[in-house]
């Protein structure tokens, strides 16, 4: 039975299954698996979240905020890099993982995909929400037409969360602007999205573009009185299960910490640089690169967008729906106001699509390995060969989250789940070392055992900089999953069905049984 549950896919099956008429083309250089990443990264964290941090968790110390979450992202991504030149396929965290860990930590960490991916999906579409809202709020000003508006009753979602982590009314019923972006997107996927790198460069360049934009022209509003006091929060905010070393109200985090918490969610996304391994062309060199200079270059971007809104406008009264738009909007310059709110829309929208087109094939992984039902999740649209269902399925959960549940749980969600993938992506590095001290590694992940160990700790740090709250919520979706695997996912695996086909007494499979699961479907 616990050979079961730890039952690892062999490194050489997986090195197998992307030979053939089956695995991906090689596209892909490093140029566009950076531009790839930096499309991911930046979008709502940058766009949204910064006020909501700033505003009662770090003050202007969130520029330092920023370097933590970018820290704790270098040593996790040092640790993706060498397991993606090791396993140049498609899957990401989930494939590492069940060549690792065994199947019952590659079911927990597919899961905790399906709810990053869920969750982020569900937060960016209210930030979505709330640009679009800004933006038809400056055009409005500028025809003169008051009245170009959402109706408030369907602009928000119908509570909010205080700073003191009170819940509070918003007068709203729905946040309909939400709802109807991902509906959009999710037809759009439905009947088959020809991605290009061409087209994600656009994108890149304009996010990118309005990113140094308000850098260099906010630079030139910025008074250094609003600097002062740089932390007025301190410089803790770690909370262990209630008990906070630098709290708040009610014992909820607050200081740069509890800010480098709420804004590791600006970075998600250059994980997923490493779902693209199996379409670059050199893999082992390409996805290393892809991975870490798209992080580099958006820490930059955003410790220099931080230290500029703080600068122009006190940190109090910077807005947290739209941060960004509205600090010039409080300068006096609705010009460079539209600018933003135009840019940070198409951005925005180019992330939403990223994530809700990730979702479905995370699903599409795990029932094609029997962990889900593949008649649903594995069902792939005869005409437009997209997995329909599970893509459908997933634009209802996405917009009634988007919808009803206001964005400070969402993304706090997000990066507790985010964080524990990897803390188990760190961890299995210093696994593998030890179990597979053989395997050909093309990029190694520096000072093993120090970068894994430090990516663990450091991820476990913010963890617990978020609220217990968090912590609750995460025990409660794992148990779900748990559930679920434990009736259905242990009883219908492929890797156990063949294990008892061929498995030898080592655990491992014998050669002659490789081709075979291989034509599994």
Same mark, same amino acid.
């Given at each position: 039975?616990?050979?079961?549950?730890?039952a690892?896919?062999?490194? +050489?099956? /997986?090195?197998?299954?992307?030979?053939?008429?089956?695995?991906?083309?090689?596209?892909?250089?490093? @140029?566009?698996?950076?531009?790839?990443?930096?499309?991911?990264?930046?979008?709502?964290?940058?766009?949204? @979240?910064?006020?909501v941090?700033? =505003?009662?968790?770090? +003050?202007?110390?969130?520029?330092?905020?920023?370097?933590?979450?970018?820290?704790?992202?270098?040593?996790?991504?040092?640790?993706?890099?060498?397991?993606?030149?090791?396993?140049?396929?498609?899957?990401?965290?989930?494939?590492?993982?069940?060549?690792?860990? $065994?199947?019952?930590?590659?079911?927990?960490?597919?899961?905790?995909?399906?709810l990053?991916?869920?969750?982020?999906?569900a937060?960016?579409? =209210?930030?979505?929400?709330?640009?679009?809202?800004?933006?038809?709020?400056?055009? *409005?000003?500028?025809?003169?037409?008051?009245?170009?508006?959402?109706?408030?009753?369907v602009?928000?979602?119908?509570?909010?969360?205080?700073?003191?982590?009170?819940?509070?009314?918003? *007068?709203?019923?729905?946040?309909?602007?939400?709802?109807?972006?991902?509906?959009?997107?999710?037809?759009?996927?439905?009947?088959? !999205?020809?991605?290009?790198?061409?087209?994600?460069?656009?994108?890149?360049?304009?996010?990118?573009?309005?990113?140094?934009?308000?850098?260099?022209?906010?630079?030139?509003?910025? &008074?250094?009185?609003?600097?002062?006091?740089?932390?007025?929060? *301190?410089?803790?905010?770690?909370?262990?299960?209630?008990?906070a070393?630098? $709290?708040?109200p009610?014992?909820?985090?607050? $200081?740069?910490?509890?800010?480098?918490? !709420?804004?590791?969610?600006?970075?998600?996304?250059?994980?997923?640089?490493?779902?693209?391994?199996?379409?670059?062309?050199?893999?082992?060199? &390409?996805?290393?690169?892809?991975?870490?200079?798209?992080?580099?270059?958006?820490?930059?971007?955003?410790?220099?967008?931080?230290?500029?809104?703080? +600068?122009?406008?006190?940190?109090?009264?910077? &807005?947290?729906?739209?941060?960004?738009?509205?600090?010039?909007?409080q300068m006096?310059?609705?010009?460079?106001?539209?600018?933003?709110?135009?840019?940070?829309?198409?951005?925005?929208?180019?992330?939403?699509l990223?994530?809700?087109?990730?979702?479905?094939?995370v699903? /599409?992984?795990?029932?094609?390995?029997?962990?889900?039902?593949?008649?649903?999740f594995?069902?792939?649209h005869?005409?437009?060969?997209?997995?329909?269902?599970?893509?459908?399925?997933?634009?209802?959960?996405?917009?009634?989250?988007?919808?009803?549940?206001?964005?400070?749980?969402?993304?706090?969600?997000?990066?507790? +789940?985010?964080?524990?993938?990897?803390?188990?992506?760190?961890?299995?590095?210093?696994?593998?070392?030890?179990?597979?001290?053989?395997?050909?590694?093309?990029?190694?992940?520096?000072?093993?055992?120090?970068?894994?160990?430090?990516?663990?700790?450091?991820?476990?740090?913010?963890?617990?900089?978020?609220?217990v709250?968090?912590?609750?919520r995460? *025990?409660?979706?794992?148990? @779900?999953?748990?559930?679920?695997?434990?009736?259905?996912?242990?009883?219908?695996?492929?890797?156990?069905?063949?294990?008892?086909?061929?498995?030898?007494?080592?655990?491992?499979?014998? !050669?002659?049984?490789?081709?075979?699961?291989?034509d599994?479907?």
């Amino acid at each position: 039975m616990v050979k079961r549950l730890f039952a690892r896919k062999p490194l +050489g099956l /997986l090195l197998e299954e992307m030979e053939g008429d089956n695995r991906l083309r090689r596209v892909l250089g490093p @140029m566009a698996l950076t531009s790839l990443g930096i499309g991911c990264i930046i979008g709502t964290g940058i766009f949204v @979240m910064t006020g909501v941090a700033a =505003h009662d968790k770090a +003050g202007p110390a969130l520029s330092v905020s920023f370097i933590v979450a970018g820290i704790a992202c270098v040593f996790a991504a040092l640790c993706y890099a060498e397991f993606a030149s090791m396993v140049p396929v498609a899957g990401s965290a989930f494939t590492y993982a069940y060549a690792t860990l $065994g199947e019952l930590f590659a079911w927990i960490i597919g899961w905790d995909l399906v709810l990053e991916y869920t969750v982020a999906s569900a937060s960016v579409a =209210h930030g979505w929400s709330k640009y679009f809202q800004e933006f038809l709020t400056t055009v *409005g000003s500028y025809l003169h037409m008051p009245g170009l508006r959402i109706p408030s009753v369907v602009a928000n979602t119908p509570f909010d969360v205080a700073s003191g982590g009170h819940l509070i009314s918003t *007068g709203s019923y729905i946040d309909l602007p939400a709802i109807i972006i991902v509906a959009i997107i999710t037809m759009v996927l439905v009947k088959g !999205i020809k991605e290009s790198a061409s087209f994600n460069a656009a994108m890149v360049i304009l996010k990118v573009a309005v990113v140094v934009f308000v850098i260099a022209v906010g630079a030139f509003f910025v &008074d250094p009185k609003n600097w002062h006091p740089f932390a007025p929060y *301190g410089w803790g905010g770690m909370s262990f299960f209630g008990r906070a070393i630098g $709290g708040g109200p009610s014992g909820v985090p607050v $200081g740069m910490l509890a800010g480098a918490a !709420i804004m590791f969610f600006a970075y998600i996304g250059f994980d997923s640089v490493s779902t693209h391994a199996e379409e670059a062309r050199n893999p082992q060199r &390409d996805v290393p690169i892809g991975i870490i200079a798209s992080l580099l270059i958006c820490t930059v971007l955003y410790i220099g967008v931080t230290v500029v809104l703080t +600068g122009m406008v006190p940190y109090h009264k910077l &807005d947290i729906n739209a941060p960004v738009s509205n600090a010039f909007a409080q300068m006096g310059l609705p010009w460079a106001q539209l600018i933003i709110a135009i840019g940070a829309v198409v951005g925005i929208t180019s992330v939403l699509l990223v994530l809700m087109l990730s979702q479905p094939r995370v699903l /599409l992984a795990m029932a094609r390995d029997g962990l889900l039902p593949e008649s649903f999740f594995g069902a792939v649209h005869e005409r437009f060969r997209t997995p329909w269902k599970g893509t459908i399925l997933t634009g209802i959960v996405v917009a009634i989250m988007a919808a009803l549940i206001p964005l400070r749980i969402l993304a706090e969600l997000v990066n507790i +789940g985010t964080l524990l993938a990897f803390v188990i992506v760190c961890a299995a590095v210093l696994i593998m070392r030890k179990t597979h001290p053989e395997a050909r590694r093309p990029f190694r992940c520096p000072l093993v055992p120090v970068i894994p160990v430090l990516g663990v700790f450091t991820c476990l740090m913010l963890m617990f900089s978020l609220a217990v709250e968090n912590w609750l919520r995460l *025990g409660i979706w794992m148990a @779900m999953g748990l559930i679920i695997y434990s009736f259905y996912g242990r009883r219908h695996s492929v890797l156990a069905k063949r294990r008892q086909q061929g498995l030898t007494e080592s655990g491992e499979f014998p !050669i002659h049984v490789t081709s075979e699961v291989n034509d599994t479907p």
